[in-house]
C-alpha cells in the first residue's frame, strides 16, 4: 500500500495508545472529584496542557483548551472570539480558501450580522495578497483568521507579515487553524498567532482530540454552558487519557519533524518534476514554496474520481480535493478561489506524505498513474 492522504488522517501512533490505555485504566479518576485519586487526574491534565504549550514554544504566552478536534477549536475561537468582542466593531476577516470549518461559522456569524470578509487567493501563491489584507482592516476589524498552511495545495500564509499589518490594530485578534502545520517544518512560531487551533489525530494523536491556544488576554465567550470544566469554555468531564495521548503523539512528531521533512520533500519533488513535464496532462495547483507535505494538481482530461478509484484499487491512496468535501464530488472551493476553471477545480488530485511513505513510493505511484492515465477511457 502507498498512504498519499496523511493530510486527512494519520493512524494513533502505537506509544500515544498506550499512554491512552495505561491512563484509562489505571488514572481513571475524575479531574474534577475532590479526592486525592480525582486530583491525581487534574494533575495530569495540566501536566499535558503544560506539556503542549511548551513543545510549541508558547507557555508564557499562551493558555491551552482541550477540545475535540480543529472544527470545535475553530468553532469556538470564531463565534467565541467575534460574540465577546462584538463592541469593538463587527468585522471579521478571513480568506475563501480556508477550511469548512472556518467558513461554515463565518457564515453563521454573517447571518448574526457581523460583517464578514473573505479574501480571494493569489493564483501564484495560493494564499492572500497582503494588500488586500490592507485594504480589509479597518477600525471596526475584531478578528482577521488566516490558516498556517491550506490543507488542499499546502500554500502557507505569511503570519509574520499579517501581524505587522495588524500592529496598527492593537485591538485585533489573529487566529491560526495550524491544523495541518504541526511541527511540519513552518518558518515561523506558533505564538505568531493569538489563537491556534490544532487537531490530534493530524499528528499521530487520538481522532475527536485537539485543542486551542489562546494568548492569555483573550477571552471568547462559550458555545456550551455545562459543569465549567476548561475555564468554563469546553464544559464536559476531561478526557485526561486523551491529553496525555496527544502530548505524547506531539512529542514524537516534535521529534521527527525533520525526517519527515526530508521524506515529504523528496516525494514531492520527484512527483512535481514529473508533472511540470506533462503540462498536457496535469496542472499543478501546489505553489512552489508551499508546505513539502501536499501536492495537488488538476487532471486536465481525465476524471478525478475515476483516476483515484483506479490508484485505489492498486493499493495507492490518495484524495480528491480535500477528504472532507470530496465524497460530494464538488468542485474545490480552494482552487475556485485561486482563480481555477470548474472543471479543474472538480478534477483535482491532493497527495499528502508522511514518514509512512519511502523513497520508492514516487516511482510506483508514477508508474502506476502513467498507466493509469493510458488506460482511463473516461474523459472529460
Ligand atoms: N482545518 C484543517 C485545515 C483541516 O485540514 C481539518 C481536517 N481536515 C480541520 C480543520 C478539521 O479537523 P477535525 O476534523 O479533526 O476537526
Known amino acids: ?149 491550506n490543507n488542499e495545495t ?31 517544518g513552518l518558518p515561523y512560531p506558533y505564538g505568531t498567532a493569538d489563537l491556534i487551533s490544532m487537531s490530534a489525530h493530524k499528528f499521530g494523536g487520538p481522532k475527536g482530540a485537539g485543542f486551542l491556544a489562546l494568548r492569555k488576554d483573550v477571552r471568547p465567550l462559550p458555545l456550551m454552558e455545562g459543569g465549567g470544566q476548561e475555564e468554563g469554555l469546553r464544559p464536559g468531564t476531561s478526557d485526561v487519557p486523551s491529553a496525555l495521548a496527544t502530548l505524547k503523539a506531539l512529542e514524537l512528531a516534535k521529534g521527527e519533524e525533520k525526517d519527515a521533512l526530508r521524506i515529504a520533500s523528496l516525494l514531492r519533488g520527484r512527483i512535481l518534476s514529473y508533472l511540470l513535464a506533462h503540462p498536457s496532462d496535469f496542472l499543478v495547483n501546489s505553489p512552489e514554496e508551499g508546505s513539502p507535505f501536499l501536492l495537488d494538481f488538476s487532471l486536465l482530461h481525465k476524471k478525478a474520481s475515476v483516476v483515484e478509484e483506479a490508484l485505489s484499487l492498486r493499493g495507492i491512496y490518495v484524495s480528491t480535493t480535500s477528504a472532507c468535501s470530496s465524497r460530494r464530488d464538488l468542485p474545490s472551493h480552494v482552487l475556485l478561489a485561486m482563480g481555477r476553471g470548474k472543471e479543474e477545480a472538480k478534477n483535482a488530485i491532493r497527495l499528502s506524505f508522511s514518514l509512512l511513505n519511502q523513497e520508492e513510493d514516487a516511482p510506483r505511484f508514477l508508474s502506476a498513474l502513467e498507466e493509469i492515465m493510458k488506460e482511463t477511457i473516461d474523459s472529460l
Open 154 to 184: 499546502g500554500a502557507i500564509t505569511p503570519l509574520p507579515e499579517v501581524r505587522s499589518l495588524l500592529r496598527e490594530h492593537p485591538k485585533c485578534y489573529l487566529h491560526s487553524d495550524f491544523t495541518q502545520g504541526a511541527f511540519k
Open 1 to 149: 500500500m502507498i498512504y498519499f492522504d496523511s493530510a486527512a488522517t494519520l493512524p494513533l501512533r502505537k506509544e500515544a495508545g498506550e499512554t491512552y490505555l495505561s491512563e484509562s485504566t489505571s488514572c481513571f479518576g475524575n479531574a474534577n472529584s475532590p479526592h486525592s485519586f480525582g486530583r491525581e487526574s487534574a494533575r495530569s491534565l495540566e501536566r499535558a496542557r503544560k506539556g503542549i504549550l511548551r513543545l510549541l514554544g508558547i507557555e508564557g504566552t499562551h493558555r491551552l483548551l482541550f477540545l475535540s478536534g480543529a472544527t470545535e477549536a475553530n468553532n469556538l475561537a470564531l463565534k467565541g472570539v467575534a460574540r465577546a468582542y462584538r463592541s469593538r466593531g463587527g468585522r471579521i476577516i478571513s480568506s475563501e480558501g480556508e477550511h469548512e470549518s472556518v467558513l461554515e461559522p463565518l457564515k453563521a456569524l454573517a447571518r448574526e450580522g457581523f460583517d464578514v470578509v473573505l479574501l480571494p487567493l493569489d493564483p501564484r501563491t495560493g494564499t492572500i495578497r497582503l494588500e488586500d489584507l490592507r485594504d480589509a482592516l479597518d477600525e471596526r476589524t475584531i478578528l482577521v483568521s488566516l490558516m498556517a498552511v
